[in-house]
C-alpha cells in the first residue's frame, strides 16, 4: 500500500510529475496491501502455465508438415488427451503446492526488501536486475539439477519430470512436489540478493517460467527471439537432456550453456550434434547424387529431402 492517499501527495514527494507508468501503479495499487499485490504472482502463474503452451497443443494437433520439420522428436507425438492429462497434473500441483507456498512465503518477500512504493525502476534497472536474477538462477539450478541425477535424487524426486522423454509446453512445471519446492530456491536468489520493486518481481517470475515452457516445447523454432541472447540454450539443447533419460549427464543448465561448457557436461551433446552433422551432410550428398542421376526423383525429392535432413539432424528419425 502506497503511503500516499493522492497524486499530488506522491508528487510533492518525489519532486517531480509521475510518469504514465508511475501514475497507473498508483491509480491500481494505492489502496492495495503489498500482500494482495505479492498474491498476483499467483494469477500470473496459472494464466503463464494454463495459455503459453497452447499454441504449441494446437500445432502438435494440426501435425501439418509446415511446423512438423522444426519438431526435434519427430516420432513421438502425443495425443490431446495426453497433453491435457499432463495439464491436469500441473494444475493439481499448482492447487496443492504452488499456490500454497505462494501465500505463506510473503514474510520472506518482505524481509528481504521488494518494494512497492514509488518511484517505479527504470527499464535499465529492470533490464539489469532481470539479467542478474536469470545468471544466479541458471548457475545455483545447474547444481541443484545435477543433484537430482545422482542416483538417489533421481529415484525418488527427478524421475518424474523425465516421464516425458519428448518434452511438451505443459511438462515444463510437471514434477514431483518436493522438486518445486527445491528448485524454488534459486528462483528466489536472485530477488534476495538484489531485491528490486515488486513488478520486477513479477517480470521476473512470469519470464523464468515463459523460458521453462520454451525450453520444453519440442518445437526449435528459427525465428524464436530467444536465439539472439548469446549462450541461451533453448529448446534442443534442453529436449537431448530429457531424451537421453536417467542416463543423462549433459546439459544440466535451465536457460545458459556456460556452465555445462565449462564444467564438461555438455560433451554428450556436442557429440551428438557432431554425429548428427555428419550424417545430414552424407545424406545430403547421396541425396544430390540421386536427382542428378534420375531426374525422375527430383521433384520428389525436392520437396522431402530438406525435412528428412533436418529430422535426421535435430534428433533422430
Request: proline letters at 5%; a positive charge.
Amino acid at each position: 500500500m502506497l503511503p500516499f492517499n493522492t497524486i499530488e501527495e506522491a508528487v510533492t514527494f518525489l519532486g517531480r510529475n509521475l510518469t504514465m507508468a508511475e501514475t497507473l501503479w498508483f491509480n491500481y495499487s494505492a489502496k492495495k496491501s503489498d500482500y494482495y499485490l505479492y498474491c498476483h504472482n499467483i494469477l500470473f502463474l496459472f494464466l503463464i502455465f494454463s495459455l503459453v503452451p497452447l499454441p504449441l497443443v494446437f500445432v502438435e494437433m494440426m501435425k501439418s508438415l509446415e511446423f512438423h520439420k522444426y519438431k526435434i522428436q519427430p516420432k513421438v507425438s502425443l495425443s490431446f488427451s495426453e497433453m491435457f492429462k499432463c495439464y491436469k497434473d500441473v494444475m493439481r500441483m499448482f492447487v496443492l503446492v504452488v499456490g500454497p507456498l505462494q501465500l505463506v512465503s510473503y514474510p520472506s518477500v518482505k524481509m528481504i526488501g521488494i518494494q512497492t512504493g514509488l518511484p517505479l525502476p527504470s527499464v535499465w534497472e529492470i533490464l539489469s536486475q532481470l539479467t542478474v536474477y536469470f545468471m544466479i538462477e541458471d548457475y545455483t539450478n545447474y547444481w541443484i539439477h545435477r543433484f537430482l541425477h545422482c542416483k538417489w535424487g533421481y529415484e525418488n524426486i527427478h524421475r518424474v519430470h523425465h516421464e516425458y522423454a519428448a518434452p511438451i509446453g505443459f511438462a515444463a512445471p510437471y514434477a514431483h512436489w518436493l522438486e518445486i519446492l527445491i528448485l524454488g530456491i534459486p528462483s528466489f536468489l536472485g530477488p534476495a540478493i538484489a531485491p528490486g520493486h515488486m513488478i520486477t518481481f513479477w517480470l521476473w517470475i512470469a519470464l523464468r517460467q515463459i523460458e521453462a515452457i520454451e525450453t520444453h516445447s519440442g518445437y526449435d523454432f528459427p525465428w524464436a527471439p530467444t536465439r539472439f541472447i548469446p549462450f541461451y540454450g533453448g529448446a534442443d539443447y534442453h529436449d537431448y537432456h530429457h531424451y537421453v533419460g536417467e542416463q543423462s549427464q549433459s546439459n544440466f543448465a535451465s536457460v545458459f550453456t556456460y556452465c555445462d561448457y565449462i564444467y564438461g557436461t555438455d560433451k554428450g551433446y556436442r557429440y551428438h550434434k557432431k554425429v548428427l552433422r555428419k550424417v545430414s551432410c552424407s545424406l545430403l550428398l547421396f541425396v544430390s547424387f540421386a536427382t542428378c542421376q534420375k531426374p525422375s526423383f527430383q521433384l520428389w525429392f525436392s520437396k522431402w529431402k530438406i525435412t528428412i535432413i533436418y529430422k535426421i539432424y535435430c534428433n533422430r528419425m
